[in-house]
């Protein structure tokens, strides 16, 4: 069946400029999260979606940094005025998450946002 | 500050023998360990995991050990085939967050 995807695969922007990243998760999972990697880091975690619960968006590293899931499926990561430091790979999993049991998550390929 | 370590950042195994990658963490709430193995271009797979309640979990040529006392976690892999060169992170979580190493780049040289 089909795995995460996300969109773009690449973008390139310019500093100050907005993008919007999307993620369509496994169709059921409830889980959805966003991370993202920046060279020579591990993987950072952004922020969690699970079902109709508000966020944990305990992982945004600033308030230019914004999710919102439509419908309990697809994902968009909205990054506002960009900064160079926000070149990244941008990952997004999702899981099944039943009755609070950790359970393994499953990536989309990224996005590889470079900021000049 | 970083809560799950991975000191060494790559790691060369003959293949055939046995490959050993690290994990170390800070933090004693980390009730769930898992490793995923990432390809260049690819996102990461999941590989194996471990619950704070066991110390070992095997499934096939992968081994899991947690020593909770030690806060260390490694994975072992044999044999080691030239298909298993990827970059392993080790993951632990606490609750809805997951937290990664900065990843082992393993070559298994044929």
């Known amino acids: 069946g089909a795995g995460v995807s996300q969109s773009p695969s690449n973008k390139v922007t310019e500093k100050g400029k907005d993008v919007e990243l999307r993620c369509d998760p496994i169709?059921?999972?409830?889980?959805l999260y966003w991370y993202r990697q920046s060279l020579g880091q591990g993987l950072e975690f952004l922020i969690y979606?699970?079902?109709?619960?508000?966020?944990?968006k305990s992982g945004l590293p600033s308030d230019r940094f914004s999710a919102e899931r439509t419908g309990g499926s697809v994902s968009t990561l909205t990054i506002q005025r960009t900064q160079q430091e926000d070149s990244a790979v941008y990952l997004c999993?999702?899981?099944?998450?039943?009755?609070?049991?950790?359970?393994?998550?499953?990536f989309g390929p990224g996005t590889r946002l470079t900021v000049l | 500050d970083q809560q799950v370590k991975q000191n060494s950042p790559s790691l060369s195994v003959q293949e055939g023998r046995i490959s050993i990658l690290n994990c170390d963490y800070t933090n004693s709430m980390f009730d769930y360990f898992l490793w995923y193995k990432k390809y260049p271009a690819e996102g990461p797979t999941f590989l194996i995991s471990?619950?704070?309640?066991?110390d070992k979990n095997e499934d096939g040529r992968f081994t899991v050990f947690l020593n909770k006392s030690a806060k260390h976690l490694s994975l072992h892999i044999v044999p080691s085939q030239p298909g298993d060169s990827a970059v392993y992170f080790c993951?632990?979580?606490?609750?809805?967050?997951?937290?990664f190493g900065t990843g082992t780049s393993l070559t298994v040289i044929p």
């Open positions: 993951a632990a979580s606490f609750g809805n967050q997951f937290y």
């Open positions: 979606f699970q079902g109709n619960s508000a966020p944990d």
């Open positions: 999993a999702s899981s099944l998450d039943l009755a609070g049991v950790t359970d393994t998550q499953y």
């Open positions: 169709s059921g999972h409830t889980a």
């Open positions: 471990i619950s704070s309640i066991k």
